[in-house]
């Protein structure tokens, strides 16, 4: 069973709210005559949240809310949420939604990033974290390389594309809460449902039902948070389920990566030295897995090679995208398309076969990984 296959027929549905700008304030009007005019049984923002509206996967980066309070900085992030009977949901014209949006400068770029105020207080410049990793003296080691090869290389985000969009439904059993959803991490899940519900994690039970395609997007919290409120409040079962267009507007992404690489070898084709540069715009000035981005891919950006001379810098921009999250091997695929097509490089400048140069250079047992 599959996460919106599972949720019973007499559930109520939960639809997301969300600014159609990069970056805005907003106000609401009369959501009370809203909700009554057309039906609704709920209508949902950051006041109705009664723990925690935050959320994050890494201890020290929990700053995502689940609905933005005062402030959008994403185009498709939650501001609002409305619940009623799946026929009235399905059918109304949120056009009509009583926000008013007024639009901020936002910066959707790490180059951008700095022209904006910081979107954390405690994060200057709106850097979230650098990564660092330096073995032996490359600066040293580089002017005596026989070739120095060098280059420019950048990446977009990727969309995760998964078959099942973000689903899954709620239900309250007295004192707890049930939630089947289409996840990758349910006992994390667990945890941030009941930091946003303000309840013991005890009072929770997550239910994984066939993931339905994750790649790493559906390891942060989505769509539950909407549905857990709004079953919790009501105490009637709750499903949810992303368009597609939702999916791709709010989930997270693979980062955008700016990166300089130099890369020196001796003249029999043995690597000198290596020096990395890597920029990620991490989106949305929210962490999500940025921090393990930003230092997973200096610890892995000399690839499978021997390295004797070798530094790595990285740092993650927040900006005004939508979040940049996992995406199978946090960084890596990133940092390998600029070190391959150098050693490529490197092969042809010494009229080495490219295979040749991989086996001459590749790690062996005892081989000292910088």
Known sequence: MFGDDAAP?????????????????????????????????????????????????????????????????????????????????????????????????AALVPDEATEIEDLHESRADNVMCRGFVKHGDPDAAMPGAAVIVEGHFSTGFVEHGYIEPEAGYAVRRGDRLEFHCCTQTPFMNRVGLSEFLGLSPDAIRVVPTAVGGGFGSKLDLTAQSYAALAAWLMNRPVRITYSRTESISSSTKRRPSDITMKIGAAADGSIV??????????????????????????????????????????????????????????????????????????????????????????????????
């Not at 929210?286 to 990285?314: E, L």
């Not at 097509?341 to 000292?368: H, T, V």
Request: hydrophobic residues 45%.
């Open 273 to 370: 030295a290596v020096d990395f540069d890597g920029t990620f715009n991490t989106g949305a000035a929210y962490a999500s897995w940025g921090a393990t981005v930003a230092n997973c891919v200096p610890i892995h950006a000399f690839g499978p090679y021997c390295t004797p001379n070798y530094v790595a810098r990285s740092v993650g921009m927040h900006t005004n995208t939508p979040p940049a999250g996992a995406f199978r091997r946090f960084g890596v695929p990133q940092s390998t398309l600029a070190q391959e097509p150098l050693y490529d490089d490197l092969a042809r400048a010494f009229g080495m076969d490219r295979l040749e140069f991989c086996r001459k250079n590749a790690f062996r047992n005892g081989a000292i990984r910088p």
């Open 9 to 105: 027929a007499d559930a109520l549905a939960v639809k997301v709210i969300r600014s159609p700008h990069h970056r805005a304030a907003f106000e609401f009007g009369d959501l009370e005559s809203y909700k009554c005019a057309n039906g609704l049984d709920l209508v949902l923002s950051a006041a109705d949240v009664p723990g925690e509206n935050c959320f994050g996967v890494i201890p020290g980066f929990e700053d995502q809310p689940m609905f933005a309070d005062g402030e959008a900085r994403f185009k498709g992030e939650a501001v609002a949420a409305i619940v009623g009977p799946v026929d009235i949901v399905k059918a109304l014209d949120l056009s009509a939604f009583p926000v008013t949006f007024t639009p901020l400068k």
